[in-house]
């Protein structure tokens, strides 16, 4: 970062307050593409531009954590929006959502990719010397490993003052080059498996999936 000469201007990065997690699910996974995902970790900023995230809302989605009821693990679903949820699958691997809705009501979006921005040295050590950088956080499992995030960060506020985690205010991705599909590797009815709610930037390399 380039040193600011006296009396020029700073642009410091803005955290996105509450009022952005209040918005419907849909609008908010839209919006957070293009936004950077910030983690602190050991004092390091670690840091990625989202590039893939899926929706999924209420007891009615069979995609849905929450189309079980209410348990201990999907609680943080039931809770105020713009906190954490943050769940182990396969019993390796963690996934990070964002939570959304009004309190009571069961949504959240996972954040399935970045591109890797701050802290890319650290995010190596993190997940292995032999993953290139286009590997590190290309998948919802790879990108909590990568920036240290587990179940130690569930249910946290994404916009408390002095936070291990929050995102980062940036100009908008334009309509053309948004993508949106069905979920990936989602079971339920016929609805789970065809409703459009996976929303990623269309040239971007660092999608999940991609080879």
């Not at 963690?94 to 309190?103: A, K, M, S």
């Not at 979920?183 to 009815?189: A, M, P």
């Amino acid at each position: 970062m380039s040193i600011p000469h006296k009396g020029e201007k700073v642009n410091l990065p803005t955290k996105l307050l509450a009022d952005f997690y209040t918005n419907d699910t849909l609008t908010i996974a839209r919006q957070l593409l293009g936004q950077h995902l910030v983690r602190l970790y050991q004092g390091q900023r670690l840091s990625g531009r989202i590039t893939e995230v899926e929706a999924y809302i209420g007891e009615e989605d069979q995609a849905c954590h929450a189309s079980c009821g209410l348990t201990a693990r999907n609680a943080p679903m039931y809770g105020r929006p713009g906190y954490t949820y943050v769940y182990l699958i396969y019993g390796m691997y963690h996934c990070l959502n964002i939570v959304t809705e009004p309190d009571g009501y069961p949504a959240a979006v996972l954040i399935r990719a970045l591109e890797p921005l701050e802290g890319i040295a650290q995010m190596q050590a993190l997940r292995g010397p032999q993953h290139p950088r286009r590997n590190l956080t290309r998948g919802p499992g790879r990108l909590c490993q990568a920036l240290a995030i587990d179940r130690t960060l569930n249910h946290i506020d994404l916009c408390a003052e002095e936070g291990l985690l929050w995102l980062e205010a940036t100009p908008p991705v334009p309509d053309n080059r948004v993508g949106r599909s069905p979920r990936i590797g989602v079971r339920g009815d016929t609805a789970a498996l065809t409703v459009p709610w996976r929303f990623y930037i269309r040239d971007s390399p660092w999608i999940s999936g991609k080879s």
